[in-house]
């Protein structure tokens, strides 16, 4: 080792002790500075990075790395020193590892005086460091490749120049084959081959922040080979014009094997795609686990194309480099699956007629306005996915998140675009396998389990849907694969199973009247993968509705069907048709599970709930009847999850601020749950703005204005208010409820279930009946309203999960015969599609009490996720606000058991927006950089004037002290 350093020590000095190493190395600062301010217009891009710097790294080191390699063995060569080198006690590979090393320094030399370029731009813009230190680390191992390659040519001639070219070439070579230009002429096989031994494609990555382990072993095989190369080279040398011998051939199998091991060590790390890291702030490059999920489940290529514009809006064109890396990504991690594409439709008119014709793709106009003009710019910002014959598009509303500052500035920020990609990724493939394979996508063994009667005991309609169940049962476990098994059994003659299936699952004998004496059983369910799914008993009798039934059913256990989630709403006013409605809507929340889920609005009674429904939203509910309320309950008493938005009271804004009480018609059916809303409102001084109208006295005239103020029934809820155990609340930090009611939950009613208290308000929290919501500042100071006695903590939202009897239990069934006139309990019309009775069946069915697996989650406030809260939150914050929407996604993905996106939307994504700049300002930092890097190479002038000072002092002593003695 003390041999290389005295090389290397001599190689330092012998560059820098020409003017050839500061021209050098000026050449190289003066070309990466024009690159990066006016090349790639750095103040344009309006991006706080230094990306443009690393991009060019891959040329810009070419030319670097052969001027200082093209001198190192040629000049040896040209004055006759090598032959001194071979004969001197350091062995050839000693004195290539000096060499190599003192030219690396040289290189790090120049890389150190590139370092007021991200000092500046982190003075100006929220630089992320982690890519820039990963870049300049992934620059090393790239000089370090060419640099072996550069000596190795420099040992090849004595010819400084021939050295620099030959060396420029090969580099330029290599750099050549990974680009655009080659990978473009062949398909996409050989185009990835060509990608894996370009230095520059390699490079690619590690420009976005991503740190490949097998991007820099590549620049470790070819510095290894090289400098193996190298080393035979010199050592062949020392044998020209001897004989050859067995040494001199082990000497060239022994390089052949360094060469083709440094090589194949290639070849076995292309598997370790887990070797990677994401040097970015917030890991936004880094594809999540769950996006690998849904990327593995692929049978076909899945199409991801990018429609941005190369004009766009200067608040927009810093957010398209974020998409392009993050959606080369999805590239990487779909292993060939998936194919990202990049087009700007003004330039391929052909590709912009089909955006528009076909997919509902169209430009967007932008007006901005600059301190000289102002102009209108038609702007495509969007992303296709698609997948077989299924596609989704992605646009402003989806991917850009709009913030207002000091009351005019705008700030734009990407939302969340992996959430949003791999949401519509799971849509189109969950869409294209629904029309497919139905036990495709189920992994585990399902049984069918069936307790139904002998036919002489079941009425003839059930007879007949019976032999249909058998024939679609049948045909279904023949194209099971034998996943699927049949187990229908007879309780009428088995006690035991009777009980069992009365006490697990609540099933109790049916009637076809509550007086008859004729008991009979028809129950159906699926159970596997610890699940046990109820199949309903269809509407219409015929096969065609029990195969939809049955399939129903089994997609519940399938990962690979889009779930449907049932909503329950007010209806919008519609005077046409005497409709006056409750003013609250939902269509944003509606609009946003459409994304993910199939929806239906039902009516509950009056359509029925889809037997496909695996989650019933009951929004704003008003005044439900008995039969209503009767198919909720029995929705829950099947395992089903309920989510139920509602309180005591409701406010109309169209009437003033002022709380009416409301009947929900679940009042009593929640207490029977164990779940009591107070008839009052919550307030807590911890509170969101709210918009409201104040009457101001100026000179005798009232005037009218609309202020922000501190609203108390606008709860602003927290961490500290939030449940962060179960990951319901993930990726919310702040929501709002409006208008709410305080939730107490009876604890012996549910001691037995699982019980999250998922909103709360804060400790300063008080409650009040008075119906009023207008402050009056003037009476009660900044509050508004008169400050509550007791104070504390009042539970908000409750998610309750367990086994729940059924309201409905020893009671009649509220059910109403119009025919007849009179109540017929415990009726549920079935309607038989034979041609001999077509007349109703009224069959006496309840489920007396839920699995487990049942769940009620109640928020109580009556619109705190409806269209008019959203709004004036937005005019609030001053920017688009969807916290209640998420929540309740949340909730339903959490219930739903889908906890892949729920752990997508937590991640947070970096600005990296500059501040913006007068081009006086610009000018400054740009000839403050130019400035910096003169000032740099004086200083390595003067470090080197320093060392050769006092190396010839030391010099001068040795002599004199050899002198005196």
């Known amino acids: 080792m003390k041999q290389c350093l005295k090389i290397v020590r001599k190689e330092m000095s012998t560059f820098f002790a020409s003017a050839m190493a500061f021209i050098f190395l000026g050449a190289f600062l003066a070309a990466s500075f024009f690159i990066f301010f006016w090349i790639e217009m750095f103040f344009s891009r309006n991006i706080a990075d230094v990306r443009p710097l690393f991009e060019w790294m891959p040329i810009l080191m070419i030319f670097l790395s052969a001027a200082i390699t093209m001198r190192m063995w040629s000049e040896e060569r040209r004055s006759g020193t090598l032959e001194f080198l071979l004969t001197s006690p350091a062995q050839p590979y000693q004195l290539v590892l000096g060499k190599f090393i003192a030219c690396l320094c040289l290189v790090a030399v ?43 040519v420099s040992t090849r001639t004595d010819n400084q120049i021939v050295s620099l070219i030959i060396t420029a070439l090969i580099c330029s070579l290599l750099y050549a084959l990974g680009s655009d230009a080659v990978t473009g002429l062949f398909d996409a096989g050989y185009s990835e081959i060509f990608k894996l031994i370009g230095t520059g494609s390699r490079f690619d990555a590690i420009t976005r922040g991503m740190i490949d382990v097998r991007d820099l072993y590549f620049y470790v ?37 360094f060469a083709a091991n440094f090589l194949a060590a290639n070849l076995w790390l292309a598997p370790v795609s887990q070797a990677r890291v994401d040097m970015t702030k917030g890991n936004i490059y880094s594809i999540s686990h769950a996006t690998e999920n849904y990327l593995e489940r692929l049978q076909e290529p899945l199409l991801i194309r990018g429609y941005f514009s190369t004009k766009t809006h200067p608040l927009l064109a810093p957010l398209v480099p974020q998409l392009h890396d993050l959606l080369k990504e999805y590239a990487v991690s779909g292993k060939g699956r998936v194919r990202v594409e990049f087009i700007d439709p003004v330039e391929e008119p052909e590709l912009e007629e089909e955006a528009g014709r076909k997919y509902g793709i169209n430009p967007v106009p932008l007006q901005f306005a600059s301190k000289y003009q102002s102009s209108i710019v038609n702007s495509y910002f969007n992303i296709l996915i698609k997948y077989g014959d299924q596609f989704e598009t992605l646009g402003f509303r989806d991917l850009i998140d709009v913030k207002m500052q000091d009351g005019s500035d705008v700030r734009i920020e990407l939302r969340n675009p992996e959430y949003e990609i791999t949401r519509a990724v799971k849509k189109v493939l969950f869409s294209y396998q629904s029309a497919g394979d139905l036990f495709a996508a189920i ?56 009980e069992k299936i009365q006490s697990e699952f609540g099933f109790r004998p049916m009637a076809t009247s509550i007086l008859s004496s004729d008991k009979f059983w028809f129950y159906m369910a699926f159970e596997g993968d610890n699940r046990f799914v109820q199949v309903s008993i269809p509407e219409i009798m015929s096969r065609e509705a029990i195969k939809h039934s049955l399939e129903a059913a089994l997609k519940r256990f399938s990962a690979g069907f889009l779930k449907t989630v049932a909503m329950h709403m007010p209806a919008p006013p519609n005077p046409r048709y005497g409709i006056q409605g409750t003013g609250i809507t939902f269509s944003w929340l509606t609009e946003s599970l459409k994304e993910e889920y199939r929806t239906e609005l039902v009516g509950l009674r009056d359509i029925g709930i889809p037997a496909e429904t695996e989650l019933l939203m009951l929004l704003s509910p008003d005044q439900l ?8 309950d029995q929705f829950l008493m099947k395992g089903g999850t309920v989510i139920v938005v509602t309180a005591p009271f409701s406010v109309n804004l169209q009437q003033g601020l002022n709380a009416r009480e409301k009947n929900s018609g679940l009042t009593a059916w929640l207490d029977h749950h164990g779940l009591t809303m107070k008839n009052k409102l919550v307030l807590d001084p911890q509170n969101a703005p709210f918009p409201i109208p104040v009457e101001r006295d100026v000179g005798g005239f009232v005037v009218r204005e609309t202020h922000l103020v501190d609203y108390p029934f606008f709860i602003d809820i927290r961490a500290d208010g939030m449940d962060r155990r179960n990951g319901i609340t993930t990726g919310i930090d702040q929501v709002t409820m409006n208008w709410t009611a305080p939730v107490v939950v009876d604890p012996d009613k549910n001691k037995d279930r699982r019980v999250i208290r998922l909103l709360e308000s804060s400790e300063k929290a008080w409650s009040t009946d008075e119906t009023s919501l207008q402050p009056d500042f003037s009476k009660y100071g900044k509050l508004g309203f008169p400050a509550g006695k007791e104070t504390g903590k009042n539970l908000l939202a409750v998610v309750v999960e ?73 005019a609030g914050m001053g920017t688009q606000y969807l916290n209640p929407v998420n929540l309740l996604k949340n909730v339903v993905d959490w219930s739903l058991e889908d906890r892949n996106l729920l752990s997508i939307r937590g991640r947070s994504h970096f600005s990296r927006t500059l501040v913006p700049l007068s081009r006086s300002d610009q000018m400054f930092w740009e000839y403050l950089n130019y400035g910096l890097a003169v000032l740099g190479l004086f200083v390595v002038w003067l470090i080197r004037r320093w060392t050769t000072y006092w190396a010839r002092r030391r010099y001068n002593l040795i002599l004199n002290e050899g002198v005196q003695s």
């Open 221 to 257: 095989s070819l510095m290894g080979v090289f400098l193996s190369l190298n080393v035979f080279e010199l050592e062949r040398r020392r044998w020209s014009g001897n004989a050859s011998n067995s040494r001199h051939r082990q000497w060239g199998l022994l390089t052949v094997l």
């Open 443 to 498: 992994s585990q063994p399902v049984v069918f389990k069936g307790y139904i009667s002998a036919d002489r005991r079941l009425p003839k309609q059930l007879v007949d849907l019976k032999n249909n169940l058998k024939e679609v049962l049948e045909e279904l476990q023949a194209g099971s694969r034998g996943q699927l098994s049949i187990d229908i059994q007879n309780p009428d003659s088995d006690r035991k199973l009777a």
């Open 110 to 152: 120049a890389l150190v005086l590139t370092l007021p370029l991200p000092i500046t731009v982190s003075m100006i813009g929220p630089l992320d460091w982690g890519p820039v230190f990963g870049g300049y680390v992934a620059t090393l191992f790239l000089a370090a490749a060419y640099i072996a390659i550069g000596l190795f």
């Open 802 to 874: 367990g086994k729940f009897t059924s309201y409905f239990k020893d009671k009649p069934f509220p059910l109403i015969d119009k025919d007849e006139g009179k109540q017929n309990a415990g009726k549920e019309s079935k309607k038989s599609t034979g041609e001999e009775d077509e007349k109703s069946i009224v069959i006496d069915r309840l489920i007396e009490h839920s699995p487990e697996s049942a769940r009620i989650i109640l928020f109580a406030s009556d619109c705190f996720a409806s269209d008019i809260a959203l709004q004036l939150a937005t």
């Open 625 to 632: 009847n008995e039969q209503q309320l009767f198919d909720v």
